[in-house]
């Protein structure tokens, strides 16, 4: 792991401004009339009734889905958790103790419930978890934290925030929105093979890991059954054969690692195979933000 860290410009946050308040200061012949400003009465309209827990900002088309909001915003979350950067290969580590883990600790583990609970849809068991509780609200035992890894919905969260509404099939495994992007079911993302497309700026590139690690591949996509998966964003280009992603749950917070490319900034040579020594990168999805 290196120590380095991954300094981006930070984000400039738009005030709203307040409402003013008209006294009444006696009768007078020419006095002018007091402002008044009418409240509203209700939600506006355009509040999605099924999931009222995703701002409007989000829901209501006030800016268009681009790659420098979702960007900006894996961004701000890998600089909450510390800006990490894990470049060593998968599972090399020990598991740290379970006061060490960042999902953990206070102010964190209600962040990753924010995950939960912003990128899936009510209906969901899983939108009520917390980086420690079950959706009984029942604090879980930290080695087995595997079965309620949040990486998923780190992706869904960003997406969700970053205003993709419904043309993003937000879910708590990353084979189900692969699977559906495989199959061309998702507006906002297209499937393509590692050698075959060279991934952009808040583009999502997906590898196997676990059971199904090298035993799944492109052209198997999509697969009748879900796996084991995880996806990073694409947050910076580095170097011309380098880029930086971030995911969630890696390390038990949002991590960055660094990936390299191929001389046309592809994941695999022409013959498929990867170039990345540690990850079995599967696929590459294309986010069709606004252009």
Sequence with gaps: MTGSKLIFPKNLGRAASGLGLALALGACAHQAPAPTTTMPLSKPSFVT???????LFATAGWEPFTRADAVGIATREWRLFGQLVDDDPPDS???????????????????????????????????????????TGTEYDPHRDGFFAWSAAFISYVMRISGARDDFPYAASHAIYINIAASGGAKALTAFAPSAYAPQLGDLICTTRGAAANKIHFADLPTARVFTSHCDMVIAHGRPDQITVVGGNVDDAVTAKHIPLTADGK?????????????????????????
Aim: glycine share 6%; net charge negative.
């Design 49 to 55: 009734p099924s999931n009222p827990r995703i701002p």
């Design 93 to 135: 580590r020990p598991e740290p103790l379970p006061e060490q883990k960042p999902e953990r600790m206070p102010g964190l583990w209600q962040r990753v419930g924010e995950y939960w609970w912003v990128g899936l849809d009510p209906s969901d068991v899983e939108s009520s978890w917390t980086g420690i509780h079950d959706e």
């Design 267 to 291: 994941l695999a040579d022409p013959s498929g195979q990867v170039i990345d020594t540690r990850y079995p990168w599967l696929v590459v999805l294309r986010v069709n933000y606004v252009r």
